[in-house]
């Protein structure tokens, strides 16, 4: 199964946006960096700041001292606890397990490391590396689409994250419309479409359903 798995994943060759069709390592990896580097670049903008003052204020000032206060070892503690143990290795070669077994010998360094980023006393460093994974969504791949990326980011990395997750999960159900139904505790995207497909019931007779390919919707927002 393992070695199925390696040929369904190995990549032969890549085309490019015009048609062009590549088979040489390096040529391909011009291919794959080109089409994130276009991916994740924003597009230039306007200025926005006339549309500010028409957002309605939803951090109130209790919320705003609760996000701003000093972060703490029991912060970091409780988020390496709630971390899942046996993720993909990431960059750095560790999963989550091994720092939640010894946290009592790799804790207070951690911790002294972690709380220096999030206080603002140091840089965050060469630890926001991420290794980008290419996973194939179709037998026989062979252009960037066709592949799903997941990104692995050291632990250190996901550890600092989750604290701030940790923090602002407490206000979020707060600030996010409630027709909002997805990643927020407690809401399911599964009841938008039950609302969707329930309006279009109704809206049979005198209107029309748009339906949106959203691709890779999360990838980026503008």
Known sequence: MAGQRQVRGRIAKLEDECGNMFSVKEEMIKVASGYFEKLFSASE??????LFGLVEKRVTASMNESLIKQFSEEDICNAVKSMSSLKVPRVDGFVAIFFQRYWHIVGPDIS????????GQKEIGDINKTRIVLI???DNPKNMSHFRPISLC?????????????????ILSDCINEAQ???IPGRLISDNVLIA????????????TLKLDMSKAYDRVE
Request: glycine content about 8%.
């Open 45 to 50: 903008a306007g200025l926005d700041e006339h």
């Open 112 to 119: 002294r490391y972690c709380l220096g980023i999030l206080n």
């Open 136 to 138: 194939p969504n179709i």
């Open 154 to 170: 050291n632990v250190i990395y996901k550890i600092i994250a989750k604290v701030l997750v940790n923090r602002m999960s407490d």
């Open 181 to 183: 139904g997805a990643f």
């Open 197 to 208: 497909y329930e309006m279009k019931k109704s809206c049979r007779r005198g209107n029309f």
